[in-house]
């Protein structure tokens, strides 16, 4: 992967309310990181020795000392009842992602002088919070065991590396979104609401620049790698060279362009005169890209590449960026799918795009030419898309997207890519999800979502539902299952 997520130090810091034992806010505090060091290491937080904050000048000292030590998460967590001004105060000073935690109670013979009532400290903490409007993260069941908190800190993780990385991310796009393609476009300010940047180009200025890496020497190294990671699916070897004289020019373009920001995403241009001008698809090099860490959206699909990004964060792998395409043939259902998988066929569907999906998302690939472009321009012009039926297992299909009047909202919805062979063309599978017919009519058209959906190899519903949570969005669209009716549903269907 390319250096292009943030790693997460999470700064735990014990908070007592001065009324009650400070030393149990102590031993619980060691014993929380004893127990997440045993399960999941120790490169990911840091323990704060300065104090045991009581007080507002505690929690200034704690901060500095977080801060010196390089944390940019922050995990406060109730030893006992907590100082409810203090303990929120640290959320509110620290520039980071915040979550809280409280301590359970430990044996039944130690309930007087060993009590801690962090159960009821935890009713006061989340009341501060709301008044001085602090966002922070909190566990569906915040108050445990050690073991169970640190299993609470290890899925703030993924959380926490998504909110850090979106406060450094620019997104690149290039050119206006294609004719007739209304669908993808959206306002940008609430980018700018999350703390996102955004840098917009014409195509022609992306098409100066790769006119300016003619003949760079980097473009044979670059070949080679492209020829190892093909292998035999190599079927349009003429292509590579402009393939990779394409990446040279977004990867330096990424570098000259990303200003103070660390993390970049990519919206990129890819037709209708991207194929006559180029003479190739970016589908390939935007696979290699989005396999680096990258995310590289289609279309010009600037939510669709926030989207990636984010579920880059949660998932720690390669995702991609699909059509809710087509559905699936009764006759295909019937012979691939009836009585070996328990999906009606409203639940399936066949999700696909040109050519974007990383060849290690792939069951196996070969480099082609764009079928549906080339139906009215030339085949030649039309080379470089990545084709291969998707690999099977867990999916989280997901967006978040802006409306007409920029308002954010989002949809997240769990199944899996059967091992079914899709007979088709392009990066594709057929997806299987839950009560996928009535997400369709209800969440998606109702919605008016796009027909792009950003894909993650895995189930990361919960970590995804936190981030969008943390970031304020309110209307979090899922697959309700059968007797959970929609808003919009009809109730006598």
Avoid at 242 to 254: C, R, S, V
Avoid at 364 to 388: D, F, N, W
């Amino acid at each position: 992967m390319f250096d292009n997520m943030p790693k997460v130090k999470i700064g735990i810091v014990a908070v007592s309310r001065d009324c009650f034992p400070e030393s149990l806010s102590v031993s619980r505090r060691e014993a929380l990181v004893k127990a997440y060091k045993e399960k999941y290491g120790a490169d990911d937080i840091y323990e704060c020795p300065v104090c045991i904050v009581e007080s507002e000048i505690h929690m200034v000292q704690a901060l500095e000392d977080i801060k010196k030590n390089g944390c940019n998460a922050l995990c406060v967590y109730l030893g006992n009842f907590g100082p409810e001004i203090s303990e929120t105060l640290l959320a509110k000073h620290f520039d980071g992602p915040s979550m809280f935690i409280a301590a359970a109670e430990e044996r039944g013979d130690n309930l007087c002088q060993g009590r801690g009532d962090a159960y009821c400290g935890m009713l006061n903490a989340s009341y501060n919070l709301r008044l001085r409007n602090i966002k922070a993260y909190i566990p569906e069941y915040p108050v445990g065991t050690a073991d169970e908190c640190a299993d609470m800190i290890n899925e703030f993780v993924p959380v926490a590396r998504a909110i850090i990385g979106l406060k450094d991310l620019k997104i690149i796009s290039f050119g206006p979104r294609p004719l007739n393609f209304m669908a993808c476009n959206a306002p940008i300010k609430p980018l700018f609401d999350l703390g996102v940047e955004i840098e917009e180009n014409s195509e022609l200025d992306l098409f100066e620049a790769y006119k300016l890496h003619d003949g760079d020497e980097r473009i044979p190294d670059v070949v080679k790698d492209m020829e190892a990671e093909l292998g035999e699916g190599n079927k349009k070897p003429e292509i590579l060279p402009k393939l990779a004289q394409y990446e040279l020019t977004l990867l330096d373009w990424i570098e000259t362009h990303k200003g103070y920001r660390k993390y970049v995403a990519i919206a990129g241009k890819c037709w209708p005169a991207f194929q006559t001008q180029f003479g190739f698809v970016p589908c390939y090099v935007n696979s290699r890209l989005t396999s680096r860490g990258i995310p590289v959206s289609c279309e010009v699909d600037i939510y669709g590449a926030l989207s990636e990004f984010i579920g880059t964060c949660v998932s720690d792998d390669i995702v991609t960026l699909l059509d809710i395409n087509n559905t699936v043939p009764y006759d295909l259902y019937d012979e691939d799918i009836k009585g070996k998988h328990d999906y009606t066929t409203k639940d399936i569907f066949m999700g696909f795009h040109c050519g974007n999906t990383s060849s290690k998302k792939l069951t196996s690939c070969s480099m082609k030419y764009q079928m549906i472009m080339a139906r009215s321009l030339p085949e030649e012009v039309t080379q470089g898309t990545l084709e291969g039926d998707i690999i099977p297992g867990d999916i989280t299909f997901f967006r978040l997207q802006s409306t007409s009047d920029g308002k954010l909202r989002s949809y997240i919805a769990q199944g899996e890519v059967l091992p079914v062979a899709t007979r088709s063309f392009g990066a594709i599978g057929i997806f299987a999800i839950p009560e996928m017919g009535r997400f369709y009519r209800h969440v998606l058209i109702e919605g008016n979502f796009p027909h792009h959906g950003a894909v993650a190899f895995g189930h990361f519903g919960k970590a995804i539902f936190s981030v969008f949570r943390y970031l304020g969005i309110e209307e979090i669209g899922f697959n309700q299952p059968k007797g959970m009716l929609y808003k919009s549903e009809n109730p006598f269907e």
